[in-house]
């Protein structure tokens, strides 16, 4: 199985910021990676696909990027709503697999 | 625009079975070429992806639970289904049904489900 590692965990960060989050594949993925933003009680949902692809719908303030084992999701300018827990998620083999998540809160 | 939603019982004994049905509304389960998908997750933890069909019948599951583990699909009523046998306190969760799309660049699961919480107690 590939595994995913995200970092950080947790972040704290406040209205405005530019957030980052990492996310690495214990092998090569091509370009096959997701991100979902997960709210509480809420289902996840798509941000970005094919690593660097915007969801129709999804703000321009978010992007991703990389290729290979290293990806960044990146949110140019942190707004209130942005406030979740984002997962990564490998599409190259089954059994598909996700990130730990990185829950960001309000500092 | 399709919509997903789980239906199922909330609360399952210990050994018995869990089964949950995806009803999918605003499109058909057999257009397209899609794979539909059930992912799980514990609350206060991460996403597990359980398995998947594609509407052609075929099936993959996770290994740690592919004996247990039994989707099918049923194209009359514009469903899918999860079959979880022997469980233990440790399948509680919430159950989210989503669908994957897939195309050259990469497969994404979109949408998904409301989810529905199901705990495993006597």
């Known amino acids: 199985d590939i595994q995913m590692t995200q970092s950080p965990s947790s972040l704290s960060a406040s209205v405005g910021d530019r957030v980052t989050i990492t996310c690495r594949a214990s092998?090569?993925?091509?370009?096959?990676l997701n991100w979902y933003q997960q709210k509480p009680g809420k289902a996840p949902n798509l941000l970005i696909y094919?690593?660097?692809s915007l969801q129709s719908g999804v703000p321009s303030r978010f992007s991703g990027s990389g290729s290979g084992t290293d990806f960044t999701l990146t949110i140019s300018s942190l707004q209130p709503e942005d406030f979740a827990t984002y997962y990564c998620?490998?599409?190259?083999?089954?059994?598909?697999?996700f990130g730990q998540g990185t829950k960001v809160e309000i500092k | 625009q399709v919509q997903l939603q789980e239906s199922g019982p909330g609360l399952v004994k210990p050994s018995q079975t869990l089964s949950l049905t995806c009803t999918v509304s605003?499109?058909?389960?057999?257009?397209?070429?899609?794979?539909w998908s059930w992912i799980r997750q514990p609350a206060g933890e991460g996403l597990t992806w359980i398995g998947r069909?594609?509407?052609?019948?075929?099936?993959n599951y996770i290994p740690s639970l592919k004996s247990r583990v039994t989707i099918s699909v049923d194209t009359s009523n514009n469903q899918f289904s999860l079959k979880l046998s022997s469980v233990t306190a440790a399948d509680t969760a919430t159950y989210y049904c989503?669908?994957?799309?897939?195309?050259?660049?990469?497969?994404?699961?979109?949408?998904w489900g409301q989810g529905t919480l199901v705990t495993v107690s006597s």
């Open positions: 989503a669908r994957e799309d897939y195309h050259g660049s990469g497969n994404w699961f979109d949408p």
């Open positions: 605003g499109g058909s389960i057999s257009s397209g070429s899609y794979y």
């Open positions: 069909i594609h509407t052609s019948g075929s099936t």
């Open positions: 092998q090569s993925i091509s370009r096959y």
């Open positions: 094919a690593a660097s």
């Open positions: 998620q490998q599409s190259d083999s089954t059994p598909r697999t």
